[in-house]
């Protein structure tokens, strides 16, 4: 069974910096789109980053400039760097491993906390 695990969350002050990682246990040649997705209280979950198979990246429009997307297939881990965050980044942060060709390939971790407050 596909495993995908999210670590790295925790509480932070306004301004810093967390780097959240994501191993997923399944074959990399199937999946095309890695994201980072966020949910807060009473919000919708809505893509924060997204790297395709290929490299493309792309971000929410709140979170270009402070959060970055990259990945290490050989270690079948995802990362999301986040810099200058802000309370309104605090959420539930999910890590996602999809084909978006074949919708039944589409996985997803548990999530893990992020928040920001002084």
């Known amino acids: 069974q596909v495993q995908v695990v999210e670590s790295g969350g925790g509480l932070v002050q306004p301004g810093g910096s967390l780097r959240l990682s994501c191993v997923y246990s399944g074959t990399l040649s199937i999946i095309n789109s890695m994201g980072w997705y966020r949910q807060a209280p009473g919000k919708q979950r809505e893509l924060v980053a997204r790297i395709r198979s290929g490299g493309n990246t792309n971000y929410a429009d709140s979170v270009k400039g402070r959060f970055t997307i990259s990945r290490d297939n050989s270690k079948r881990t995802l990362y999301l760097q986040m810099n200058s965050l802000k309370p309104e980044d605090t959420a539930v942060y999910y890590c996602?491993?999809?084909?978006?060709?074949?919708?039944?390939?589409?996985?997803w971790g548990q999530g893990t906390q992020v928040t920001v407050s002084s």
């Open positions: 996602n491993y999809a084909n978006d060709v074949y919708g039944s390939l589409n996985y």
